[in-house]
């Protein structure tokens, strides 16, 4: 037996060892993870801009805390769930109160805080979804809860309690809007409304008016809209959200817009959602036959100085001009002055300007009555100022020679970019962007509008400022290019017809 003793010893100093060796893999692997976490974290940290990350650590606990109260045993009961919603989107709003900062904290919050984020969005989204979906996440049994009545009665707009006092009575389908409202700004998390419904649970909603009180209506619309706009993700590609387009929103959209017309946030988010059905082609014939384009002209004219309803506006305006019918409705609204305005507004706006040029450059084709108001509204000058001040951005020129290429077909006009240092402009948009072949096209059509029906001095300043060569260079460059063929040969001409000495 004394013989089995050594062996046993080995044995355990070979057992006392694995487990040495497994609890310090253990240790190395927890390391690994924090350090592989804290990497990831870095990395986040890395692609947000400096002024945001004293905001990301505060969202990301907001989240985990929310992620507790609603999917953590003991499961939620409504009236706990409706507070714990609110009091995240109180903190959420105070985090990141503007929607370009929420878009950008919540990205990185969603990297921070992934193992939360998508389970918490099916959760609202079940919640949203009332019945057995609900059921799945609530505890209603427990405590007898029942749905939340009516929001409220006091005067104050559902939407403008910024608390979440204790004996103030929470509606839960709001409380979820709310919250959706700031998670729907995490592109992870749209699939889920997609597989779910949520959007047609939102139209359901939205159509709901005898269903509870003005107030709580009012906040419903508010948090579905801003839900749907997210969805929308941006007004110029939103074709890849067919799910935020259901038959119906439409109607619901213009009918809140109809219904809250002084609510800057309302018309914002319908105005984003709107652009969403105005890429469909049929629905945009629609549009214009039902008389509907002065729905979008009305809140520019309301809220001048609010950026996104300008932009977006501007953007829903141009494209309805798309067709020669929608193309007369824009313009019969006072489209033109509404873009004039907004340019005046935001003058250092670069996706209003570039919004405001296209519509212009829409509305000026084959329509002289278009080209003569925009003149007489003095726009000619403030081209000229968004040419000098975006001199390296490719859009904004593109979308300014379009709109000189239409102008400078009448005379007034072509003076007045004469006057304006406009031959010089041109040329050096031209020799900025010479290798952009779509700028160069529309840059030398304009160029020989004005220097080819010019007087003398205007001739001479284009040699001097060297067009000739510089149009030979754009020729050569592009050999096959239709436009220029046809108007380069008639200012190459002016280097041996132009005379030049003092």
């Not at 692997?29 to 947000?48: F, K, L, M, W, Y």
């Not at 799945?136 to 009516?150: F, I, K, R, T, W």
């Not at 081209?383 to 007034?412: G, H, S």
Request: aromatic content about 4%; some cysteine; overall charge negative.
């Amino acid at each position: 037996n004394a013989g089995l003793l050594p062996g046993d010893a080995r044995s355990a100093k070979k057992h006392r060892h694995h487990h040495h060796n497994k609890h310090k893999h253990h240790h190395e692997r927890e390391h690994n993870s924090d350090a592989a976490e804290e990497d990831a974290a870095a990395q986040v940290a890395a692609q947000v801009p400096e002024e945001l990350h004293p905001r990301l650590e505060p969202l990301r606990r907001a989240v985990a805390e929310l992620h507790s109260a609603l999917l953590c045993a003991p499961r939620p009961t409504r009236s706990s769930a409706a507070r714990a919603l609110c009091e995240f989107s109180a903190r959420a709003e105070v985090i990141a109160p503007t929607a370009p900062t929420a878009t950008a904290a919540f990205a990185a919050a969603d990297a921070l805080a992934a193992a939360a984020i998508t389970p918490l969005t099916d959760a609202l989204l079940a919640l949203l979804q009332g019945g057995a979906a609900a059921a799945n996440v609530l505890d209603e049994a427990a405590s007898g809860d029942a749905p939340a009545e009516d929001a409220g009665s006091s005067g104050e707009s559902y939407s403008e309690k910024s608390g979440c006092e204790e004996e103030e009575e929470l509606d839960l389908d709001v409380e979820v809007l709310r919250a959706l409202a700031f998670f729907t700004r995490i592109g992870a998390t749209h699939e889920a409304f997609v597989q779910t419904d949520g959007v047609g649970r939102m139209l359901a909603l939205l159509s709901d008016r005898d269903g509870c009180d003005e107030h709580t209506r009012h906040a419903r619309a508010l948090y579905c809209l801003k839900s749907l706009a997210n969805l929308c993700v941006a007004a110029k590609a939103p074709e890849g959200q067919p799910a935020a387009r259901p038959q119906g929103l439409a109607h619901e959209v213009l009918h809140c817009m109809e219904e809250y017309p002084e609510e800057a946030a309302v018309q914002e988010s319908a105005i984003v959602v709107l652009a969403n059905f105005i890429t469909d082609k049929d629905f945009r014939e629609k549009f214009v036959d039902k008389n509907l384009v002065p729905r979008v002209v009305r809140p520019l004219e309301q809220f001048p100085d609010v950026e996104n309803i300008q932009q977006i506006g501007l953007w829903c305006l141009h494209n309805l001009c798309i067709e020669e019918k929608g193309q007369r409705a824009v313009m019969d609204c006072g489209a033109l002055q509404v873009g004039v305005a907004a340019v005046e507004c935001f003058p250092d706006s670069e996706a209003v300007l570039a919004e405001a040029l296209a519509l212009f450059h829409h509305a000026t084709f084959m329509d002289g009555k278009a080209t003569r108001k925009l003149r007489r509204l003095g726009l000619v000058p403030r081209i000229m100022t968004a040419m000098n001040q975006f001199a390296d951005v490719a859009p904004i020129q593109l979308r300014a020679c379009y709109l000189l290429a239409n102008l400078t077909e009448k005379k007034k006009a072509r003076k007045l970019v004469v006057d304006y240092e406009g031959v010089v402009l041109v040329l050096n948009t031209v020799k900025h962007f010479h290798d952009n072949e779509d700028i160069v096209e529309m840059a030398v059509e304009a160029l020989h509008n004005v220097v080819t029906e010019g007087d003398a001095a205007t001739k001479k300043r284009f040699v001097l400022e060297e067009g000739v060569e510089t149009i030979s260079q754009a020729m050569q460059e592009f050999p096959n290019n239709k436009k220029l063929a046809e108007f380069g040969p008639a200012l190459l001409e002016l280097g041996s017809s132009t005379t030049c000495a003092p």
